[in-house]
């Protein structure tokens, strides 16, 4: 493979801004441009094609610090932001690939870094099952319902103190069960290990992989799984038929994306560096979000 030199992807205007456009078809073609440019730098090994966006957390307290990230405090604007990103990243429209993988994080309630003594790591989100529902939730659900997004991110914190990663509640019953998510949900990084390290849910390793991944989450952002599953196993705390459903729906993916199947047979593949950071990404696209945003 000739790898070319790669000019700089297009850059967008900061979340909080283009929430405050309030205009949901720039949005998604916003989302266009950047899974396009994405593709093309995966073409050139530059790049993978699972990513660790949106953020679509609610933004209501500025000693978060993270707001900027975000499209803002409304939990129907934020679910209409994620809706057209996460259409326009994935961009199935019947093509037999997806283009890229989404990940909506954090899940869930997570709008703390370090504040007052406490940080992100033993943070314990206390929620009433109202607030859960119409504040916490409707993001997440229009992640999963409308916008089909195929990853979630479960987060640092605890809620209502039980670890968001290894919570069977609001893993299982909501997301895939009422909600009908058929896609993976992955830890943040190093969160699986938080379970038993900051908030103390469990007491031994085993016991730990035991509790993320029956919990919910299949996929480990750091290498708790891999160092502790064997002995999860051996222990019987979990069972190879508890992998072998993990490994599907993670295989899944990576298959829809047309990882194992030859370069040609996706049209993706023929994009190039000459698609990244183009003349109508800038002009268009690029200007359009500035515009709207101020």
């Known amino acids: 493979m000739t790898i070319y030199k790669i000019p700089n992807a297009t850059s967008f205007p900061q979340v909080i801004n283009l929430g405050s456009t309030f205009d949901v078809p720039l949005i998604k073609e916003m989302a266009k441009v950047i899974s396009t440019e994405a593709r093309a730098m995966y073409n050139q090994g530059r790049a993978g094609l699972t990513f660790f966006a949106p953020n679509i957390n609610l933004f209501r307290d500025p000693r978060w610090g993270r707001g900027q990230e975000t499209p803002g405090e409304d939990p129907y604007v934020i679910s209409q932001y994620v809706n057209s990103f996460a259409r326009g990243m994935q961009e199935e429209n019947g093509n037999k690939y997806m283009k890229t993988v989404v990940t909506c994080k954090h ?26 529902v119409e504040t916490y939730l409707p993001a997440f659900e229009a992640c999963v319902r409308e916008g089909n997004a195929a990853s979630i991110m479960c987060s640092y914190n605890a ?7 290894a919570n069977d509640f609001l893993q299982n019953e909501i997301v895939r069960k009422q909600w009908g998510f058929e896609g993976y949900i992955v830890s943040d990084c190093g969160a699986i290990n938080c379970i038993q390290s900051t908030h103390k849910y469990t007491s031994t390793n085993a016991d730990t992989v035991a509790a993320g991944l029956l919990g919910g989450c299949d996929l480990d952002c750091g ?30 993916y990576r ?33 359009d979000a500035i515009t709207c945003s101020l």
Request: hydrophobic share 35%.
């Open 107 to 132: 899940f869930a309630a997570y709008d703390l870094e370090n504040w007052n003594g406490t940080d992100r790591f033993h943070f314990n989100a206390v929620v009433s099952p109202q607030d859960l």
């Open 159 to 165: 809620v209502n103190g039980i670890p968001s990663c």
């Open 255 to 287: 298959m829809r994306l047309g990882m194992f199947d030859p370069p040609n047979d996706t049209s993706y593949h023929s994009l190039t560096p000459a698609d990244v950071n183009t003349a109508d990404s800038q002009v268009n696209k690029f200007y």
């Open 223 to 252: 290498s708790f799984y891999q160092q502790h599953a064997q002995e999860a196993i051996d222990n019987k705390t979990i069972t190879e038929a508890d992998i072998d459903v993990t490994l599907t729906r993670l295989f899944t």
